[in-house]
């Protein structure tokens, strides 16, 4: 059974408590829905979002910019390390299936952008700042048709992915 | 001698005649003072610069996403085809000195998130619309405490550019 | 739990029964050790060694050249396109704990390099010709003082796999 | 005008004297003819080729694995780092339009297998031992009919590039 991968990108590094709530919240919920966690395998929402799916046996997955293991946070399962610094949040866009983006700075812009070039669906959680909220509700460029799509809650962002999950099945 | 290499981001397809025109006055200036173009390699900005570029007898390096060189525009010295698909646009961001951007879409909205990471002046045209327009005069995150700068000539852009490489040999 | 990888490389393209037959029975054994799968995800014994695993539960990872997730041979349960093309071969290499070898052809001489260069352990089953045979029992430069481990049955790259992470544990 | 680009491969740490002395002498043969120089932009024989055709004027490109200019040589114009680590192997064998080995080590092997992989010509110089030596005269695998020619002086080397620039021109 191939897993439904859902990319985790935004901050890897913030105290904001509510945030990491809501990230550690989602991981729950997606977990125990049977989808898999992809992310770039750090801190801040990354690992919230892995202990979060990891109270529920989720699977996690995280895709690492360097060489070594163990910069991974200890909720991820799968551990892949590219050594391919930053050119390495390219994959963590096209392997996840959805995008949910809470946060995040420069580096999650640049998933951002992926993830709009290689057609993912991206919803954005607009209530931690960020590229997240900056973006959450506009388009990258004209060349789509559809928009980020706007989250403030844990379930409207399940909400979102159960939508295009079966709007997938329906149309293959 | 190693070559100051200007990396040139923006719209790979375009017709806006003021666009294309502006790109290539800016790559002749950027030839005449000894400058290299580094790039996407494609259409559009990148292709009106190199032409630009040549007719000053200035180099011009073309980082392409696939396998084949016959991708490059035919103003392209130095043809490099990486492979790696849109990943390759960390590189272009990488091995510039400085960045300037022109119009854009997704993959230069890419493009200007890494060059941020990298630490890179960024310079944005603000006549054509697009990401760069977008930005100009602003920061990406609160990681950097200098700005896009915005730029509105061709003069402008030289004028940001001498003044990074003077305060650069100063520094060092 | 991180799982432990398991790199598989070797003849993606290949209808000698015994060489796939052994690659199955290889899958079979790891995940009865609870031992994860990472290869290239396509055909040969990549699909051979997965079909085993998933006989018994194992958990398979297919690490993608392309951006298509059908790309995967259909017993891969973590699907991740990279879309770097033949360059994933590195990430194969970093990402496995150790390496099995079966047949291969320039791809596989590729990533036994690269898991030489990243210091893994690399066992290379000289039943089936090509690199691993080739290989088998030497050196790749003098950098290591180890040799590519020549094994000859499923057993005996069990006995190698489990001897490495015994020692593994004891010297951490 | 597109350059013609000769990858260099090989030891990036040499102190054999007659291995240094052939590279500079082949840099400086390449030069004299127009052909411009592609590597890894770091020590040994890439320094030694690049040093060589400075001497004449030739143009130096390096491809980096990290994120610092200042890991090339000083003989390097044209200064590209990637970040990518050692999947950087796979651009240089890509973007050069003939591959020359001299020595080698287990970069040089992934270099050489690329290489084949792409299609591309390769020279191995016999002299100086390596992955350049052991391959010369024989063949990755069955996919692809000609063999890695070996060649023990510059001269030959030369001669080498010059009837495949020669049979390309004619066949296209």
Redesign the interface.
Known sequence: ???I?IGIIGDSETDNYEELEFAEKLGEELAKRGY?I?CGGRGGVMEAVAKGAKKYGG?T?G?LPG?D?SE?NPY????????????R???VA??ADIIVAIGG???T??EI??A???GKKIIAVKNFG?WAQKLAGSR????RDDFILPATTVKEVISYISSFLNKTKKDS
């Open positions: 059974m191939t897993y991968l898999a992809i699977l997955i895709i060489f293991k991974a991820i399962d799968v551990v892949i390390p590219t050594g391919l610094g930053w050119a949040n390219s994959i096209l392997a700075k420069s580096g812009l640049s952008a992926y709009w070039m290689y960020g990258i460029d004209e060349r």
